[in-house]
């Protein structure tokens, strides 16, 4: 089975490529900008094409949740045109899509774990282009499966954990929101759910689902950070603040846990707690320095 891992060098392609060489019997084929854009039709064909590509797993995205607000133009090209150019390629070589999304399509007005079935509402930018890119997906109507994760990091690419290991270690104290509530979810876990999904998938069948996925648990962005100065033995006080005392150009969800019933009853999915998913991130993080 080929695999093609758009994004590559992203947070989540990244963990891909960490964790291909437990799986020797499929080829990952790997690709990143400059020599793959997904905006670009021509570029996207030739590879899907030219490498007999079985399954795309399109880890390419614009993810600058702040910056989607005035970079309006780039947000829609990658994460609707992008996710629609791979589609109508996926579609034309008979080949799946696992597509990951996010939990901002929701609006977070309420205090029960979204449903896949729930209805969409994004309150940004980065929210809206996300949830565009699903609907243009089903539109076209390859193979495929959208994921949607929460609170996504790893010790690669640019992400809150990391912001937080960078700062614990420059500062004796940081604020951090302690209003909005989620589950942090370890790329490396969702790597590996992924990587589960496609051991049990047949290519020749037709596949249209929406999944939530997220490590279990729930917790703020303050419990978040203190636990990784916690765990990381790093000396900096963490104080909670509200959302209103700190304010961002993009308005972020109160409310955006997941209900993860769907896609562990659909494939077998066991799912650990963020916390322990946290200290093997940070151990790995502490073996490579």
């Not at 005035?70 to 829609?76: G, M, V």
């Amino acid at each position: 089975m080929n695999i093609l891992v758009t994004g590559s060098q992203g947070q989540l392609g990244s963990e891909f490529q960490q964790i291909s060489h437990l799986f020797p019997h499929w080829n990952f084929i790997f690709y990143d900008l400059p020599e793959l854009d997904i905006t670009d039709k021509n570029s996207v064909d030739n590879i899907i094409k030219y490498k007999n590509i079985n399954v795309i797993i399109n880890c390419a995205a614009y993810t600058a949740v702040d910056k989607a607000e005035t970079e309006t133009e780039n947000a829609f090209n990658v994460n609707v045109t992008g996710a629609k150019l791979l589609a109508e390629a996926a579609k034309e070589a008979n080949a799946l899509l696992v597509h990951i999304s996010t939990d901002y399509v929701f609006d977070g007005k309420t205090h029960s774990p979204w449903k896949e079935s729930d209805a969409t509402r994004p309150l940004n930018v980065y929210g809206k282009s996300k949830l565009e890119g699903e609907k243009a997906i089903r539109e076209v109507n390859p193979s495929h499966l959208i994921i949607r994760t929460s609170w996504l990091y790893s010790n690669y690419g640019n992400n809150f954990y990391k912001a937080m290991q960078r700062l614990g270690m420059e500062r004796d104290s940081l604020n951090v929101i302690s209003d909005q509530a989620g589950t942090p979810t370890y790329a490396r876990d969702l790597a590996h759910v992924i990587a589960k999904i496609l051991s049990k998938i047949r290519i020749d069948k037709q596949y249209a689902e929406i999944y939530h996925f997220s490590n279990e648990g729930i917790c703020s962005w303050y419990d978040f950070a203190c636990a990784i100065m916690e765990i990381s033995k790093l000396n900096c006080k963490v104080k909670p603040v509200e959302t209103c005392e700190y304010p961002a150009p993009s308005t972020r969800p109160a409310y955006s846990v997941l209900n993860k019933t769907k896609i562990k009853h659909h494939w077998g999915i066991q799912i650990r707690h963020w916390r322990k998913a946290l200290e093997e991130c940070i151990k790995e993080y502490n073996i490579s320095v």
